[in-house]
């Protein structure tokens, strides 16, 4: 067994042995996933989880590095950005990952992604046309 | 300040750039000579052409420290780098038929599925699949 190996199984032991919090935080985030068009709040969350709201966000973060909101908004803006690509209208793609306000999306595209989301369509349709 | 470039060491980038684009399915974008048989070679993933580019860069021929570091790297099984795909199973499957080598199967490590290959140009590379 190579060193690598011995530290994957001595890091396992440590960090992820709890098997319920694992399977409570996977279960979470593939819920997250499999509805970014709804909407999704920490109540909504926390009986997905069977966990207590506070509980399910600090064990969240403990094993994802950030909070389910920041999730899930880091999850919405790849998505939108893969929507755009494809030739969504902007306000379609607003809709189609949950949000409901187009000015709130293009505030959150814009402070991730450095471009409102109808400058990154005339740049994306611009790279694809070369 | 933007991340458009991360590294890569080779020992030979003919060979890691097939490598790279036949097994692994990036796709090249830059090719530049640089003398004497050098070259500024980079690749991308197809499905994010813009993204980040990996530059399959030949230290190890030219520093002792590089090739060294590589080495230890190498011999204690420990990835240079990872990549993210959507199901390591399925990519560790897809891969092994194409005569890659796997130093580590599969394996749940918490919240993500890893597994670590040989690129056949020094480095031990992990695919990591988050769950």
């Given at each position: 067994?190579?060193?690598y190996q011995e530290e994957i199984t001595r890091i396992k032991k440590i960090c992820f042995s709890n098997e319920r919090q694992l399977a409570a935080v996977v279960k979470t985030k593939q819920y997250i996933d499999n509805n970014l068009d709804k909407e999704v709040n920490l109540i909504l969350l926390s009986n997905i989880g069977f966990a207590s709201k506070f509980h399910l966000l600090r064990l969240f973060k403990k094993y994802y590095g950030m909070t389910p909101k920041q999730y899930l908004t880091d999850k919405r803006i790849e998505e939108s950005i893969r929507n755009i690509k494809s030739?969504?209208?902007?306000?379609?793609t607003c809709f189609s990952v949950g949000f409901e306000c187009p000015s709130s999306f293009s505030t959150l595209f814009k402070s991730k992604t450095g471009f409102s989301p109808s400058e990154f369509q005339k740049r994306a349709t611009f790279t694809k046309s070369f | 300040?933007?991340?458009?470039?991360?590294?890569?060491?080779?020992?030979?980038?003919?060979?890691?750039?097939?490598?790279?684009?036949?097994?692994?399915?990036?796709?090249?974008?830059?090719?530049?000579?640089?003398?004497?048989?050098n070259r500024w070679l980079t690749v991308v993933s197809k499905e994010e052409p813009e993204g980040t580019e990996i530059l399959l860069e030949p230290s190890p021929n030219h520093l002792q420290e590089a090739k060294t570091y590589?080495?230890?790297?190498?011999?204690?099984?420990?990835?240079?780098?990872?990549?993210?795909?959507?199901?390591?199973?399925q990519e560790y499957e897809r891969l092994v038929k194409l005569g890659v080598?796997?130093?580590?199967?599969?394996t749940e490590m918490g919240t993500v599925k890893i597994a670590v290959f040989n690129d056949t140009c020094g480095n031990n590379i992990q695919i990591v699949e988050m769950l």
């Open positions: 067994m190579s060193f030739g969504m209208t902007i306000a379609e | 300040m933007r991340v458009k470039v991360i590294s890569v060491p080779v020992r030979d980038q003919e060979k890691a750039l097939q490598f790279y684009t036949q097994k692994l399915g990036f796709v090249k974008k830059f090719d530049v000579p640089l003398g004497e048989g590589q080495q230890a790297l190498f011999d204690k099984g420990i990835p240079y780098t990872q990549f993210n795909v959507d199901n390591t199973q080598e796997f130093s580590v199967k599969p």
